[in-house]
């Protein structure tokens, strides 16, 4: 009979080291994925897949920054010395431009010349720069394929422009998306940090009991409802509201983003630090009313201080709700990916632009890969605040 | 200082004080006798009631001592001696007054002073003070390497005490009045003797406050 | 000094101290004792009020120190807590250094005079015979020393409030010997400067240390005297029987 009970006592605890470790080693397994894909794209160059840029043979340019391509086809770039070239006009040239040098005939039925065409339209304007499908590249192009620089690392996280769909050459700069990322966070952390912790000394110290155990089931209730609910409640009832009160174009702004992040917080910010503050002891608390503090100083001077590092616990989960918020934020803060420069007005964070475009982006592509890397980077940011708190946390005691 | 250090050394106090007045008891009926002095034997005799009210006090310090300090080790054998020290103090001091009241009724007879030679018992009075105070500065030095001297000297108590005996019962012929000097004799070499005694209890005590080693009827070891 | 008179105290329903009517002199250590649950502690915490905090506790009758009820209702609980000072049963320092700890009374109190802060706590830590063995780890913080010490800097925090009185809930129940004893001889410096209230179920120490002894049964005050009479010949059979250990 023992032999049996230590038999299956083993078997337990081999089932649940096994588990442990599985877990473990698929969260890295995860994290390890996030980070190939991300840095993979630092290899890759801003033009799409399948998609050449040509110059003719006689242009002195060899490469062109992912920028500077971008800059040339919205024409705000005209002349070729700008990119260290001669002192020639720029010509653009796109793939639904061909009709503008050849007639359809020479095309051909089936469009079986239009690499022949393509090339010979290089050939006889000497300034002129080609976007066209790799496919037209003619086997023996004697004209010059330029080189597009990789996207490097000040491009990345300090450009401005996040299109990652425009043509030739999309912009990745995450600037815009950190910023919003930032200010909403923020702001949304203002809000409900202060009225959180605020809300739990009320009902650690003050409530009396009925109320209080009205009130706790209420709070722990509604950090449970999902992100969409509140992005709808967000939408329809918040959204107009700042509209009106602060007189804006439209509502959608940092400032609804914020408060919906800090209104999503504020369940997990309250029953945590609530929590951490009625475990201060009985005798303390007394300790401190039988020498003459009242009630409050016996709060902000020994509850407040006991139950410091629970209330941290408290506020890095809720940053950490805040941060990570995708689907409400991106309902209600208006999508749109620049730089904010103060809060009424529309931004979009970083996990709002990893749900949007994931679907959309190619498998592999350039685009696919700085996403993951946008992950990446959500990641590390975590990772930055919950070490750091440990860090203070370690200091303190 | 702890209390009960404190309050132990007042019980000490109050011993040595109540030895000091038992002391000066004997010596002072030791005086009465040789001078057949009618008020130095009232002055011993008036004596008593402090001696009495200095018994109470000790016992009631004992008693609360033990009530409310739960002495143990020294400490509980320091009272528990204190307290038979007490008892025979007390007893010493109503044999001096016994002697003196003896005296007292005899102021009519002459001093005799060859019987008192030769039943010794100036040497006895001697001998009994010189106990008493070699216990009491043991008692009060917690020293007790004089235990031995206080036995032998009873030994010598007890020898006069035996031949005051025979030496009594030789006396015939007297007169009255010298018979009854010569009884008077006698009677104090007994309660002398008894005070011997006394000492030798206070002292076998001593050394049990001391040593924890129990002297007496042939001890625990 | 103090005095009560006809007090009832109810815990809800509950009669928790029943007609209890006694006084305390200044200057002296009065000593509750009684069996589990009879109302010693609950009496003690009448004079400082922290059965207010309770919620649906009753008081009938007059608790008056100095002369004055203090349940009266223009009476201000925080000053009336820095006159009655409270050491508890388990030391209870806060999470901050030992100068912190004794400091925090008169910070409380709106007092920000360094330099005179400084003199009290140490001061304080002197009184309560603590200042010797802290006075170079006065930064370092409070649950670095023994449970003992921490019992004492419990007891300067208290005195550093300058209290008349002194409430000690079994103030050495947690401690050992050596601790314990300590703390009693500190007691009788302190009879001195403050009127010292001890509850213990400890009666040798009540024995010890007091100088008049209460003793509670059941919510009732039955026999309140000296502590000499009480421990060698007291007057009710259940008090002997009690101080004796034959009870219960």
């Given at each position: 009979?023992?032999?049996?009970?230590?038999?299956y006592?083993?078997?337990?605890?081999?089932?649940?080291?096994?588990?442990?470790?599985?877990?473990?080693?698929?969260?890295?397994?995860?994290?390890?994925?996030?980070?190939?894909?991300?840095?993979?794209?630092?290899?890759?160059?801003?033009?799409?897949?399948?998609y050449?840029?040509?110059?003719?043979?006689?242009?002195?340019?060899?490469?062109?920054?992912?920028?500077?391509?971008?800059?040339?086809?919205?024409?705000?770039?005209?002349?070729?010395?700008?990119?260290?070239?001669?002192?020639?006009?720029?010509?653009?040239?796109?793939?639904?431009?061909?009709?503008?040098?050849?007639?359809?005939?020479?095309?051909?039925?089936?469009?079986?010349?239009?690499?022949?065409?393509?090339?010979?339209?290089?050939?006889?304007?000497?300034?002129?720069?080609?976007?066209?499908?790799?496919?037209?590249l003619?086997?023996?192009?004697?004209?010059?394929?330029?080189?597009?620089?990789?996207?490097?690392?000040?491009?990345?996280?300090?450009?401005?422009?996040?299109?990652p769909?425009?043509?030739?050459?999309?912009?990745?700069?995450?600037?815009?998306?950190?910023?919003?990322?930032?200010?909403?966070?923020?702001g949304?952390?203002?809000i409900?940090?202060?009225?959180g912790?605020?809300?739990?000394?009320?009902?650690?110290?003050?409530?009396?009991?009925?109320?209080?155990?009205?009130?706790?089931?209420?709070?722990?209730?509604?950090?449970?409802?999902?992100?969409?609910?509140?992005?709808?409640?967000?939408?329809?009832?918040?959204?107009?509201?700042?509209?009106?009160t602060?007189?804006?174009?439209?509502?959608?702004?940092?400032?609804?983003?914020?408060?919906?992040?800090?209104?999503?917080?504020?369940?997990?910010?309250?029953?945590?630090?609530?929590?951490?503050?009625?475990?201060?002891?009985?005798?303390?608390?007394?300790?401190?009313?039988a020498?003459?503090?009242?009630?409050?100083?016996?709060?902000?001077?020994?509850?407040?201080?006991?139950?410091?590092?629970?209330?941290?616990?408290?506020?890095?989960?809720?940053?950490?709700?805040?941060?990570?918020?995708?689907?409400?934020?991106?309902?209600?803060?208006?999508?749109?990916?620049?730089?904010?420069?103060?809060?009424?007005?529309?931004?979009?964070?970083?996990?709002?632009?990893?749900?949007?475009?994931?679907?959309?982006a190619?498998?592999?592509?350039?685009?696919?890969?700085?996403?993951?890397?946008?992950?990446?980077?959500?990641?590390?940011?975590?990772?930055?605040?919950?070490?750091?708190?440990?860090?203070?946390?370690?200091?303190?005691? | 200082?702890?209390?009960?250090?404190?309050?132990?050394?007042?019980?000490?106090?109050?011993?040595?004080a109540?030895?000091?007045?038992?002391?000066?008891?004997?010596?002072?009926?030791?005086?009465?006798?040789?001078?057949?002095?009618?008020?130095?034997?009232?002055?011993?005799?008036?004596?008593?009631?402090?001696?009495?009210?200095?018994?109470?006090?000790?016992?009631?310090?004992?008693?609360?001592?033990?009530?409310?300090?739960?002495?143990?080790?020294?400490?509980?054998?320091?009272?528990?001696?204190?307290?038979?020290?007490?008892?025979?103090?007390?007893?010493?001091?109503?044999?001096?007054?016994?002697?003196?009241?003896?005296?007292?009724?005899?102021?009519?007879?002459?001093?005799?002073?060859?019987?008192?030679?030769?039943?010794?018992?100036?040497?006895?009075?001697?001998?009994?003070?010189?106990?008493?105070?070699?216990?009491?500065?043991?008692?009060?030095?917690?020293?007790?390497?004089?235990v031995?001297?206080?036995?032998?000297?009873d030994?010598?108590?007890?020898?006069?005490?035996?031949?005051?005996?025979?030496?009594?019962?030789?006396?015939?012929?007297?007169?009255?009045?010298?018979?009854?000097?010569?009884l008077?004799?006698?009677?104090?070499?007994?309660?002398?003797?008894?005070?011997?005694?006394?000492?030798?209890?206070?002292?076998?005590?001593?050394?049990?406050?001391?040593e924890?080693?129990?002297?007496?009827?042939?001890?625990?070891? | 000094m103090?005095?009560?008179?006809?007090?009832?105290?109810?815990?809800?329903?509950?009669?928790?101290?029943?007609?209890?009517?006694?006084?305390?002199?200044?200057?002296?250590?009065?000593?509750?004792i009684?069996?589990?649950?009879?109302?010693?502690?609950?009496?003690?915490?009448?004079?400082?009020?922290?059965?207010?905090?309770?919620?649906?506790?009753?008081?009938?009758?007059?608790?008056?120190?100095?002369?004055?009820?203090?349940?009266?209702?223009?009476?201000?609980?925080?000053?009336?807590?820095?006159?009655?000072?409270?050491?508890?049963?388990?030391?209870?320092?806060?999470?901050?250094?030992?100068?912190?700890?004794?400091?925090?009374?008169?910070?409380?109190?709106?007092m920000?005079?360094?330099?005179?802060?400084?003199?009290?706590?140490?001061?304080?830590?002197?009184?309560?015979?603590?200042?010797?063995?802290?006075?170079?780890?006065?930064?370092?913080?409070?649950?670095?020393?023994?449970?003992?010490?921490?019992?004492?800097?419990?007891i300067?925090?208290?005195?550093?409030?300058?209290?008349?009185?002194?409430?000690?809930d079994?103030?050495?129940s947690?401690?050992?010997?050596?601790?314990?004893?300590?703390?009693?001889?500190?007691?009788?410096?302190?009879?001195?400067?403050?009127?010292?209230v001890?509850?213990?179920?400890?009666?040798?120490?009540?024995?010890?240390?007091?100088?008049?002894?209460a003793?509670?049964?059941?919510?009732?005050?039955?026999?309140?005297?000296?502590t000499?009479?009480i421990?060698?010949?007291?007057?009710?059979?259940s008090?002997q029987?009690?101080?004796?250990g034959?009870?219960?």
């Open positions: 009979m023992k032999k049996l009970r230590k038999l006592e083993r078997l337990t605890e081999g089932t649940l080291f096994l588990c442990g470790n599985i877990t473990g080693i698929a969260i890295l397994l995860i994290v390890l994925f996030l980070f190939r894909e991300g840095i993979g794209f630092f290899g890759r160059n801003s033009v799409e897949e399948g050449v840029l040509a110059l003719n043979r006689k242009n002195p340019v060899n490469k062109l920054s992912s920028r500077e391509i971008k800059d040339i086809f919205d024409a705000e770039i005209t002349n070729w010395e700008e990119v260290d070239g001669l002192d020639r006009e720029i010509v653009l040239f796109r793939l639904n431009d061909i009709t503008n040098y050849v007639t359809e005939e020479e095309l051909g039925e089936e469009f079986e010349h239009i690499p022949e065409c393509i090339a010979k339209i290089i050939h006889d304007h000497p300034d002129m720069i080609a976007f066209f499908p790799k496919a037209y003619t086997e023996n192009f004697s004209e010059k394929v330029l080189q597009v620089e990789r996207i490097g690392l000040l491009e990345f996280f300090g450009g401005d422009e996040w299109m769909t425009a043509t030739p050459s999309a912009q990745f700069g995450i600037l815009s998306l950190i910023m919003g990322t930032l200010w909403v966070s923020f949304a952390i203002l409900a940090l202060p009225l912790i605020g809300v739990a000394i009320y009902l650690a110290e003050v409530a009396n009991k009925r109320f209080r155990n009205f009130l706790k089931p209420v709070i722990e209730l509604l950090a449970g409802i999902p992100s969409v609910v509140y992005g709808f409640f967000g939408l329809v009832v918040l959204v107009p509201f700042v509209q009106k602060f007189n804006l174009p439209i509502g959608e702004t940092g400032l609804s983003g914020s408060i919906i992040l800090a209104i999503m917080a504020l369940p997990t910010i309250i029953t945590i630090a609530e929590d951490a503050m009625r475990t201060t002891p009985l005798a303390m608390k007394e300790a401190s009313l020498l003459g503090a009242t009630r409050w100083q016996t709060v902000y001077k020994v509850v407040l201080p006991y139950s410091s590092s629970g209330i941290m616990a408290a506020a890095i989960l809720g940053i950490g709700r805040a941060i990570g918020e995708t689907m409400a934020v991106l309902m209600v803060t208006g999508n749109a990916a620049i730089i904010p420069h103060s809060l009424l007005e529309p931004l979009r964070t970083i996990p709002a632009t990893i749900a949007a475009e994931l679907g959309e190619p498998k592999h592509s350039t685009h696919y890969q700085a996403l993951f890397l946008l992950g990446v980077i959500l990641f590390i940011i975590t990772l930055i605040i919950n070490i750091s708190v440990e860090f203070v946390k370690r200091k303190r005691v | 200082m702890l209390q009960l250090e404190l309050e132990l050394n007042d019980l000490k106090n109050q011993v040595l109540m030895w000091q007045l038992v002391y000066s008891q004997l010596e002072k009926s030791k005086n009465a006798y040789l001078t057949m002095s009618r008020d130095l034997a009232f002055e011993v005799m008036s004596m008593e009631r402090k001696v009495d009210a200095f018994e109470l006090l000790i016992d009631q310090m004992c008693e609360q001592l033990l009530a409310l300090k739960h002495p143990v080790a020294i400490d509980l054998r320091f009272i528990l001696s204190s307290l038979k020290i007490n008892g025979n103090l007390e007893r010493i001091g109503d044999l001096a007054h016994g002697i003196a009241r003896l005296v007292f009724e005899l102021t009519h007879t002459q001093f005799d002073p060859m019987t008192a030679k030769s039943m010794r018992i100036e040497e006895m009075f001697d001998e009994t003070l010189e106990m008493l105070l070699l216990v009491k500065n043991a008692f009060k030095k917690e020293d007790n390497k004089n031995a001297a206080v036995l032998s000297k030994d010598i108590l007890d020898t006069i005490d035996k031949e005051a005996f025979f030496q009594i019962s030789s006396k015939t012929g007297q007169l009255q009045d010298e018979m009854q000097q010569s008077l004799i006698f009677n104090i070499i007994r309660k002398l003797e008894r005070i011997g005694d006394h000492c030798s209890n206070i002292a076998e005590e001593i050394t049990f406050y001391i924890a080693v129990v002297l007496k009827h042939g001890g625990n070891n | 103090i005095n009560v008179e006809n007090i009832n105290f109810y815990y809800g329903k509950f009669h928790a101290l029943q007609n209890i009517s006694m006084g305390m002199e200044a200057n002296t250590i009065t000593a509750l009684g069996p589990s649950g009879c109302g010693k502690s609950t009496f003690l915490r009448l004079f400082n009020r922290m059965n207010d905090l309770i919620p649906d506790t009753t008081l009938t009758g007059t608790v008056s120190i100095g002369g004055v009820d203090i349940y009266q209702k223009n009476v201000l609980v925080d000053d009336l807590r820095k006159r009655v000072g409270m050491v508890f049963q388990k030391p209870n320092p806060f999470p901050k250094s030992i100068f912190e700890n004794v400091a925090y009374g008169m910070r409380v109190n709106g920000n005079n360094k330099k005179i802060i400084a003199e009290k706590v140490e001061q304080a830590l002197k009184h309560a015979a603590l200042w010797d063995e802290v006075k170079d780890k006065l930064k370092k913080s409070a649950f670095a020393i023994s449970g003992g010490q921490q019992q004492r800097l419990c300067a925090r208290a005195l550093a409030v300058e209290p008349d009185i002194l409430l000690m079994e103030p050495a947690a401690l050992d010997p050596i601790s314990t004893s300590k703390i009693e001889e500190l007691m009788f410096q302190l009879k001195e400067d403050y009127t010292i001890i509850v213990t179920h400890n009666m040798q120490q009540a024995a010890r240390v007091s100088d008049h002894t003793y509670f049964y059941m919510g009732e005050l039955i026999e309140y005297g000296e000499k009479k421990f060698t010949n007291p007057d009710k059979k008090t029987n009690y101080v004796t034959r009870f219960g």
